[in-house]
């Protein structure tokens, strides 16, 4: 995409120092520049540090914190906790799953929407429950994620 530029990722490098020791707070200041961790940033990182590209990528796929990839528009967490999954998040998670033609961890084609799983969201008196963003959706049938997503894709286009 050549949206990184080298002296950037150089300079992200030099404020925290040129140790593999300080790979993870460069992995983190470059994920905030960026959004994710562009591959070509991953290249840049692993030279500047002198580690294997697959150290950095080792590393940034380790943790959960870290993306790799692009994130859609807007992001969509279904909290798999027990209250919630005995609640039908089950089906509800399998609606997103069909409505939106990707798995957990995927961004659709139109980047639209990024699906996540989530922890407890604290809000298990209205379970199942999602979040899309910062905003929380409780009371989760089937059908109402599709109306949902619906509105947000209606949204998306401007209508
Ligand atoms: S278990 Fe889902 S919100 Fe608490």
């Known amino acids: 995409m050549g949206v990184v530029e080298a002296k950037e990722i150089a300079a992200i490098v030099d404020r925290h120092g040129r140790e593999?020791?300080?790979?993870?707070p460069i992995l983190q200041e470059t994920q905030r520049r960026y959004g994710y961790l562009p591959e070509e940033a991953m290249q840049q990182i692993a030279d500047a540090l002198s580690l294997p590209v697959a150290k950095v990528f080792g590393v940034a796929t380790f943790y959960s914190l870290f993306a790799v990839a692009p994130k859609g528009q807007h992001i969509i967490r279904v909290c798999e906790n027990a209250p919630c999954h005995l609640r039908g998040a089950e089906e509800v998670f399998a609606a997103l799953?069909?409505?939106?033609?990707?798995?957990?961890?995927?961004?659709?084609?139109?980047g639209l929407?990024?699906?996540?799983?989530?922890s407890c969201l604290g809000v298990?008196?209205?379970a199942p429950v999602m979040m899309v963003d910062e905003v929380v959706y409780g009371n989760l049938t089937p059908t109402?994620?599709?109306?949902?997503?619906?509105?947000?894709?209606?949204a998306a286009v401007g209508e």
């Open 20 to 24: 593999a020791s300080k790979l993870l």
């Open 97 to 110: 799953r069909e409505e939106l033609g990707i798995q957990p961890g995927e961004t659709t084609a139109d």
């Open 113 to 118: 929407f990024t699906l996540e799983q989530t």
């Open 124 to 126: 298990c008196g209205v």
């Open 144 to 154: 109402r994620v599709r109306e949902i997503i619906a509105n947000y894709r209606r």
